[in-house]
């Protein structure tokens, strides 16, 4: 079946740095990847749609300029949160299709604590 | 838009009862239904998902979800849970089976021994 991986599963940095996630497809190729973000006992929040080879499309309310996306091959997309913050620890998941007509499928989660 | 409502937040119930989680849409298209599943600190794992056809969907671990379109209804149903049951569920909803989806606030069940 169709995979999705995440690397790093956990990463804590300090506040002020920026650290990167990358979400990998690894047995089928994705045009399109989805990046959610979970708070704790909450549900998931759609951040944005990353497209390979254009610009992500950010939901409203997202800071493109803090939360960085770059989909730069069909099966890899990265996020990586610029100038990072106490309140920007969260858990990141994204998600991606084979196809057109497929489900998605989801990656297992990055968790980012920001001390 | 599209939204989700899981009305409970919060659902206990008993080893080897039946559990009803409700979950509630509302869209100005047809839309797809997904349920998922999430143990603690763990990723999101399908149960089931309604995209055409049969309105009562069977998913893993003994799952069903019916799809009721007058209702805007998607709820999901076992007839006797397991401890293992004890997690968090999501309802959601896509405009395709690709697109973007969209998650309830989520349900969790807490099964007692």
């Known amino acids: 079946g169709a995979v999705v991986s995440q690397h790093p599963s956990r990463v804590i940095c300090k506040s002020g740095t920026s650290v990167k996630i990358e979400c990998r497809s690894l047995?089928?190729?994705?045009?399109?990847m989805f990046w959610y973000r979970q708070f704790p006992k909450q549900s998931l929040m759609l951040m944005a749609t990353s497209n390979e080879g254009s610009k992500a499309t950010y939901e409203q309310g997202v800071e493109k300029d803090k939360f960085l996306i770059n989909h730069a091959s069909l099966t890899l997309s990265t996020l990586t949160v610029t100038s990072a913050h106490p309140e920007d620890s969260s858990f990141y998941i994204c998600s991606a299709s084979p196809d057109r007509g497929y489900e998605q499928y989801f990656g297992p989660g990055t968790r980012l604590t920001v001390t | 838009a599209q939204s989700v409502t899981q009305l409970d937040s919060q659902v206990p119930v008993f080893e080897e009862a039946p559990v009803e989680l409700r979950c509630n849409y509302s869209?100005?298209?047809?839309?797809?239904l997904f349920w998922y599943v999430q143990y603690p600190n763990q990723g999101l794992q399908l149960l089931l998902k309604y995209l055409s056809g049969s309105t009562l969907v069977k998913g893993i671990n003994g799952f069903e979800a019916e799809f009721n379109k007058s209702q805007t209804s998607f709820h999901l149903r076992k007839p006797s849970v397991h401890i293992s049951d004890t997690a968090e569920y999501f309802c959601a909803v896509s405009e395709t089976s690709y697109d973007k989806v969209i998650f309830g606030p989520g349900t969790s069940l807490s099964v007692i021994p």
């Open positions: 047995d089928f190729q994705a045009t399109t």
């Open positions: 869209s100005s298209v047809s839309v797809y």
